[in-house]
């Protein structure tokens, strides 16, 4: 426990000298108080600002920021404000301090005061499920900006910030294309030196500076001249720090420095600077731009030559609009929103960063279109084909938005026709449009209206499908990222085709006709990106025949029905395209063919045809779309354009809106309001049960007083009951009798829905029958049972066998690396602990022994160890065969679960053997990470991180929809699995499952 407060404290202090999580840019000055821990929870300050009740019916909402006199949170609590008021809400901001006691008074406070949204940069990480519980309690929507943080099921809660990786392979990119360009590689004269400037405590930092890593040895530069360079965040720190490795490589001539803020860098630039090094030999590549943009604005020489450059403004503005969506439009806020990131160097710093930014460097914006005083601008959206439904939403949303944001807004269509594009383009700006947002009815079209618009000063923006200007540069985008798109439809669909065995059956012959719009870039994207799925699943080549289409229903129908007749060999067809249109024509040839629905897979590509039949309850070839809405982008277009308009922001490169397959089982659930009206149907119900009543669930498990399995339970319980259900929970005591009574007296209680991991396989067709006969539904959690006809009952849990590889794997790893197996004073023993009466137990120590064997340990040094599950089960079982064994020197040890491992580590223990000559791998590292938290010597070397919150959780909601909602659970339904050990569980572990380690 000491050692996990020791890293929280230490992980505090740095947060307080780098906004870690986020990419946020420090203030230019450092806080005064930056060298001190912050004060315990309970010793908030008491001088906190109190939260003002809202007046009217104006929605409150709060941004509360953990170090708010730093420019980046100044810019972002900033923009939150005017955006919120802006949409016509209330707002408010303040500043934890760093304290993490005064993070959750606030959140508290906001919640009292009637705020119906928070957005928060945590202080600390640890505070997540406490706040998260507190507006989840009050119904307030909470959202995490920067730093991310997990609710008490130890789910990660909506986040807004950036995308860490992405942000390091972007800056990797850029050092490594300055490197190419530079022609040092080439010149025998110089030898290059890369200084990756890491704060290696922060696995956000460590997402940036190892991708940026790996870019540039992707470039060219060889692994033994990259140089990691440790710092604490800090300028001073990185300048420390680099100076001796500078002084040690004397033969180097160039640098590349990168790192995970430009602080980093900046200090290792001075550093360089001391050594003698000339900027003209330095290629630094910032992350945030703050640092590198004032050398820029200076006119100054500087090894800084690029950076990546990222902006509160942007967290802010899309914090309140998530917000504001969640409690006044009732979306659900999504997973993760990223805000744009942008590489800027000193020719064009000045056009893509924002005025406050600007001001900070020290320099002034470029000249950007603005409004005229007092004038409301103009907007306009001119689609190809404005009569579809995709259009109509895009169209509406890009209208209503505009308008809300207090500019005039017009929509048309070019009806497929380039010429009318380009004459609608100059229409709108003789109509005195200051932006426009376009789907072209031809790409070629690019250059004409870009250059139209750029002459006109008007700004123009690419919707759905991408252009290029008269210089072949990219317009600014706004809609999906094509081959994403294409990725997820082929999958779909190779999943669907795979799972209904028509590949392996000599009687049917598969076709697949891919519906292509071949003119469009962006369709070639989806299609050439769907066929390499469905391809990779089995279908020939010579299979797949491409149907050349407009984009419209009539085209796709008219180009299908030939290649469906001289085709007659084929009798079932699999159907995708560049949207759903081309299907839905496809489906119509092949209806008027005479082909049975259920002997096509049709995979739509926007859902907004597909959902028509699902809501219709109509039989289709429709099995799956992906679902997108024009509403995300006719939104972000107009916000895009306003943006660049009246504030003079430069429009992103590229702006994606998000994807989702769905199907006749989950559509209502994932659809928007608006987009499901389209397909005439209503929204899933709400959480309630059919007339009035509240449903039980029991979560019935076979050992209950097992870490693994209370966590379950109680998570079971939280869903279950935050669904609006009853829940309750049983223990089995390892008694198949007495897992049988439970489950009778679930049913007799009423209980609508079972969850069970029994205690002995062979009960499955008794209590599957009694489930049956009352109407109840069962499903086996963690072990998988079977009814009375010998048929899998549905499952929730973990792919037993993947978990015995990867446990095996990790032991196999671990004792090759220790060389014993070539030391000849030694003598390799495997403990296999097993409860071989458990099939899944079996799935998992068979597949760990497969691997340790195909490491090199002979067979007859591999030895069982039964036991019922149980610690002291094991430790009993393993003691003689520790004892018949006395010529092993070192032991190797695995199992069905952490429970079997540390029973016989503990048999180990008694015997005298050491730890240092024990290599165990744990199944669930709910036991293991015990040792690690308390820096104890032990002899888990690693284990395979299960969460039963996942499984839980996961098992409630399965019952919830098939009583409620009338979904057939799933046959299987996989929780993920990760192999963690000393060095990495508590970045990899939920706050749940630590705090359990510590414990």
Not at 219 to 245: C, H, K, R
Not at 281 to 287: H, N, P, T
Not at 340 to 351: C, L
């Amino acid at each position: 426990m000491k050692k996990l407060l020791t890293i929280l404290s230490l992980l505090v202090i740095v947060s307080m000298i780098l906004i870690a999580c986020g990419g946020s840019a420090p203030a230019t000055e450092a806080p005064a108080a930056k060298e001190e821990a912050p004060a315990a929870p309970a010793e908030a300050p008491a001088a906190k600002e109190e939260v003002a009740a809202p007046a009217a019916e104006a929605p409150l909402f709060v941004a509360i920021n953990k170090s708010a006199d730093q420019q980046y949170f100044i810019d972002l609590q900033n923009s939150f404000i005017e955006t919120a008021t802006g949409l016509g809400a209330q707002a408010k901001k303040f500043d934890a301090k760093l304290d993490p006691g005064l993070g959750v008074s606030l959140v508290n406070d906001a919640i009292s005061a009637g705020a119906k949204g928070i957005a928060i940069t945590v202080p600390d990480q640890t505070i997540g499920p406490a706040i998260m519980k507190a507006a989840t309690d009050a119904g307030v929507v909470l959202i995490a900006t920067d730093d991310g943080i997990v609710d008490e099921n130890g789910n990660p809660v909506p986040f807004v910030g950036f995308d860490g990786k992405d942000m390091g392979k972007k800056v990797g990119e850029a050092a490594a294309k300055l490197l190419t360009d530079s022609g040092w590689l080439a010149d025998s004269a110089k030898k290059v030196g890369v200084l990756s400037v890491e704060v290696q405590t922060l696995s956000v930092c460590n997402d940036r500076t190892d991708n940026e890593k790996a870019a540039i040895i992707a470039a060219g530069v060889p692994e033994n001249q990259v140089f990691a360079v440790p710092y604490t965040g800090e300028a001073l720190s990185a300048q420390d720090a680099a100076g001796p490795i500078i002084t040690a490589n004397p033969d180097i001539t160039n640098w590349v420095v990168f790192g995970c803020n430009d602080e980093g860098v900046l200090g290792t630039l001075n550093a360089l600077a001391t050594a003698g090094a000339n900027p003209d030999d330095i290629i630094g590549v910032g992350l945030g731009a703050y640092e590198a943009c004032k050398f820029w604005a200076a006119d100054q020489p500087s090894g800084f030559k690029a950076g990546l450059f990222i902006s509160g403004l942007d967290v802010g503005k899309t914090a309140a609009t998530v917000l504001y969506d969640a409690v006044v439009k009732g979306t659900e806020p999504p997973a993760s929103t990223f805000a744009p990131t942008t590489i800027v160097d000193p020719t064009n710093f000045t056009s893509v960063m924002d005025p406050v930014s600007l001001g900070n460097c020290g320099a002034e914006p470029a000249a950007a279109p603005a409004a005229a005083s007092g004038e409301t601008p103009l907007f306009v959206a001119i689609n190809k084909s404005a009569d579809q439904q995709y259009f109509i939403d895009l169209q509406n949303s890009f209208i209503d938005t505009a308008t809300g944001l207090g500019a005039e807004a017009k929509k048309f269509d070019a009806k497929l026709d380039p010429n009318l594009g380009v004459s609608l383009v100059n229409d709108a700006i003789s109509a005195g449009a200051k932006g426009i947002a376009i789907t072209v009815p031809d790409q070629t079209i690019g250059p004409a209206i870009s250059q139209a618009a750029k002459d006109a000063g008007v700004v123009l923006i690419a919707t759905d499908d991408g252009i290029v200007d008269e210089n072949g540069n990219p317009v600014p985008f706004v809609g999906f990222d094509g081959k994403d798109m294409g990725k997820k439809v082929g999958e779909a669909a190779a999943t669907l085709l795979t799972d209904s065995g028509w590949l392996a059956d000599s009687a049917k012959k598969v076709g697949v006709l891919s519906v292509e719009v071949q003119t469009l870039s962006v369709c070639n994207d989806r299609t050439d990106n769907e066929k390499a799925a469905i391809i990779a699943a089995g279908v020939p080549e010579d299979q797949v025949f491409a149907v050349p289409y407009t984009g419209e229903a009539l085209s796709a129908q008219d180009a299908a029905g030939p290649i469906i007749t001289a085709n007659p060999d084929i009798t079932n067809w699999v159907v995708f395209g560049c949207n759903d249109e081309g299907v839905l024509g496809t489906l119509n040839a092949l209806a008027t063919a005479g082909a049975n629905p259920d002997d096509i897979i049709g995979v739509g590509l926007g859902a907004y045809e597909a959902c028509k039949f699902w809501a219709a309850d109509q039989p289709s070839g429709f099995k799956a779309g992906l679902f997108i809405s024009g509403l995300d982008v006719g939104k972000t277009a107009a916000t895009v354009l306003y943006e660049a308009v009246v504030k003079g922001t430069e429009p992103p490169a590229s702006t994606f809106a998000p994807t989702t397959i769905v199907d006749p089982t989950n559509f209502t659930s994932v659809m928007d309001s608006v987009s499901l009206g389209n397909c005439g149907a209503e929204p899933a119900a709400a959480p309630a049960a059919a007339s009035g009543e509240t449903p039980l669930f029991v979560a019935i498990n076979k050992s209950a007083d097992q870490q693994y399995f209370i966590d379950l339970q109680n998570s079971f319980i939280d869903t279950a009951t935050g669904l609006g259900a009853e829940a309750k929970k049983f223990d089995a005591k390892l008694d198949p009798n007495l897992g049988v009574s439970l489950v009778n007296d679930a049913i007799s209680a009423g209980a609508k829905g079972i969850a069970i991991t029994v205690p002995d396989q062979t009960i499955g067709p008794a209590i599957s029958q009694a489930a049956k006969d009352a109407g109840v539904v069962l499903i086996a959690t963690d072990d998988g049972i079977v009814d009375e006809n010998g048929n899998p009952v549905p499952f929730v849990g973990f792919d037993g066998k993947d978990m015995g590889k990867k446990v095996g794997e990790a032991a196999a790893t671990l004792l090759t690396d220790s060389g014993w197996l070539a030391d000849s004073a030694k003598k390799v023993g495997v403990l296999s602990v097993e409860v071989q009466t458990l099939s899944v137990c079996n799935d998992r120590t068979d597949n760990e022994k497969a691997a340790i064997i195909a490491a090199g340990v002979p067979e007859n040094q591999v030895f069982p160890v039964p036991y019922t599950g149980e610690a002291l089960s094991a430790q009993d079982a393993a003691g003689p065969v520790i004892t018949a064994n006395p010529d092993i020197t070192n032991w190797v040890v695995f199992g069905c679960n952490d429970e079997g491992v540390l029973g016989t580590l503990n048999a180990l223990a008694t015997a005298g053997a050491n730890p240092d000559d024990i290599i165990g791998v744990g199944l669930g590292a709910y036991e293991a990470c015990k040792f690690w938290a308390a820096d104890q010597p032990s002899g888990f070397k690693a284990g395979l991180f299960i969460s039963g919150l996942d499984v839980g959780k996961t098992a409630a909601t399965v019952l919830y929809d098939a009583v409620v909602k009338g979904t057939e659970p799933p046959a299987s339904t996989f929780a993920p699995t990760t192999i963690v050990d000393p060095t990495n569980y508590e970045s990899v572990m939920d706050s749940i499952s630590l705090g359990n380690c510590s414990q």
